[in-house]
């Protein structure tokens, strides 16, 4: 048990419609951070949030969007979406400053796009 | 051309052989790696980080070389459930994001 928990746990949607994905962080840990994991395809960075902002992004258009909450939970919010986001989406939760330390994940949340 | 590279696969092993998984990095700045394991349709679980002295954990080893830009998993002795995807994974200085390569499965046939 990594204490990362995520909901929901899968999710079907439609082409031009919004979803909300929520992480709850492991106790003492005040940094989340995201990633999309395509099919076949290692996870990919999207962002991370500390102290309620955005503290570093990858290479994903703004449609993908974030918030941190006091309690150090999370959301990604995707807005306008497409077939191509389809994937398993990933929470990991860490504390700032332990840089040595490897990132543990939720067990996501998989998202599916007719 | 990706920051970290492995090759897919699949590897497909008798049980009890000896399987050996590479990957390389293009970042020389990256500071910290790890091999992770990911079973289907799950989440990627850390498997073991990988020092420059290497690293042993009971049937699992690690190696790390720096001049090359090269990092190895060796599974001895395979187990019917050592079957998944194996992650290798880099990260540079701080608090800065995991790097993962696209992964390499395994398969242990009995």
């Known amino acids: 048990e990594t204490g990362v928990t995520q909901s929901p746990t899968h999710l079907i949607k439609t082409r031009g419609q919004q979803v909300t994905l929520r992480c709850s962080s492991q106790?003492?840990?005040?940094?989340v951070s995201w990633y999309q994991q395509a099919l076949g395809q290692g996870p990919q960075f999207i962002f991370q949030?500390?102290?309620?902002?955005?503290?570093g992004r990858g290479n994903f258009p703004p449609r993908f969007s974030g918030l941190q909450f006091p309690n150090y939970s999370s959301e990604l919010n995707v807005n306008a979406l497409e077939l191509d986001d389809s994937a398993l989406y990933l929470c990991a939760s860490s504390r700032l400053g332990e840089s040595d330390q490897p990132q543990h994940f939720g067990d996501g949340t998989r998202l599916s796009i007719l | 051309r990706k920051e970290v590279e492995q090759d897919p696969g699949p590897f497909n092993v008798p049980e009890g052989a000896t399987v050996a998984f590479n990957c390389t990095y293009s970042?020389?700045?990256?500071?910290?790696f790890f091999w992770y394991r990911q079973d289907c349709r799950k989440e990627p679980k850390l498997l073991m980080s990988v020092y420059s002295s290497g690293n042993e954990d009971g049937r699992f080893t690690a190696q790390l070389n720096r001049a090359s830009q090269y990092i190895s998993l060796l599974i001895r002795d395979s187990k019917l459930s050592d079957s998944a995807t194996y992650l290798c994974v880099v990260r540079h200085k701080g608090n800065t994001p995991l790097v993962f390569g696209k992964g390499t499965r395994l398969s242990v046939i009995a």
């Open positions: 970042n020389s700045a990256s500071q910290s």
């Open positions: 949030y500390y102290r309620e902002e955005e503290n």
């Open positions: 106790s003492g840990h005040n940094t």
